[in-house]
């Protein structure tokens, strides 16, 4: 069978979807440069195109090939990531250029570093995941692969299990855009 991140590379890469841990929640993710697969992620979590999406890399630097950041915003970045925070950045070009739309389409776009292996490993294998929590539009977060199983089922191509389990706590917003770090959204 081989093992998580194989598995869902091979998935990802395919155009596939997956759930896997992070350090805070579990994640539903698709590669966010795969337009068609970002677009299956919506319908089958129910959500709105027009809401943001926020993307999963695998490290800090490869969050700044993504964003534009300032100083302050660099020095955060650098001193809190990877962690639970997802920040709110300008686009790069890049970003812009790459990116589904959904993603990286307005004035600003959310990225993560988890501090989780699994979920560090998938985003350096293939590229950036769009990855939101594993859960039905308006419902809670899933707690674990089973109740995954149970929203999504045969929607999703791979369930990956792999230790530490995730906190349960959503990550906290960061806006960078400005002057100094601003909290957006607390756990």
Do not use: C, Q
């Given at each position: 069978?081989g093992r998580?991140?194989?598995?869902?590379?091979?998935?990802l890469?395919a155009?596939?979807?997956?759930?896997?841990?992070?350090?805070?929640?579990f994640?539903?993710a698709?590669?966010?440069s795969?337009?068609a697969?970002?677009?299956r992620?919506l319908r089958?979590k129910?959500?709105?195109?027009?809401r943001p999406?926020s993307?999963?890399?695998?490290?800090?630097?490869?969050?700044?090939?993504w964003?534009t950041?300032?100083?302050?915003a660099?020095?955060?970045?650098?001193d809190?990531?990877?962690?639970?925070?997802?920040?709110?950045?300008?686009?790069?070009?890049?970003?812009?250029?790459?990116?589904?739309?959904e993603?990286?389409?307005?004035?600003?776009?959310?990225?993560?570093?988890?501090?989780?292996?699994?979920?560090?490993?998938?985003?350096?294998r293939?590229?950036p995941?769009?990855a939101?929590?594993?859960?039905?539009?308006?419902?809670?977060?899933?707690?674990?692969?089973v109740e995954?199983?149970?929203?999504?089922?045969?929607?999703?191509?791979?369930?990956?299990?792999?230790?530490?389990?995730?906190?349960g706590?959503?990550?906290?917003?960061?806006?960078?855009?400005?002057?100094?770090?601003?909290?957006?959204?607390?756990?």
């Amino acid at each position: 069978m081989g093992r998580p991140e194989e598995i869902g590379a091979r998935v990802l890469l395919a155009g596939g979807l997956v759930v896997h841990p992070t350090d805070t929640l579990f994640a539903l993710a698709a590669r966010a440069s795969d337009r068609a697969a970002v677009d299956r992620l919506l319908r089958v979590k129910g959500r709105h195109p027009g809401r943001p999406l926020s993307v999963a890399v695998s490290s800090v630097e490869e969050l700044e090939r993504w964003a534009t950041l300032g100083r302050t915003a660099r020095r955060f970045v650098r001193d809190e990531l990877p962690g639970p925070y997802t920040i709110l950045a300008r686009p790069s070009a890049e970003a812009r250029r790459r990116l589904a739309r959904e993603v990286a389409g307005g004035s600003r776009i959310g990225l993560r570093v988890p501090a989780h292996r699994l979920a560090r490993e998938l985003a350096r294998r293939v590229g950036p995941l769009v990855a939101t929590s594993a859960n039905a539009s308006g419902t809670p977060p899933v707690r674990d692969l089973v109740e995954a199983r149970r929203v999504f089922g045969p929607r999703v191509a791979a369930y990956l299990s792999t230790s530490p389990s995730p906190t349960g706590t959503p990550s906290v917003l960061i806006d960078v855009t400005g002057p100094r770090p601003r909290e957006v959204r607390r756990r």
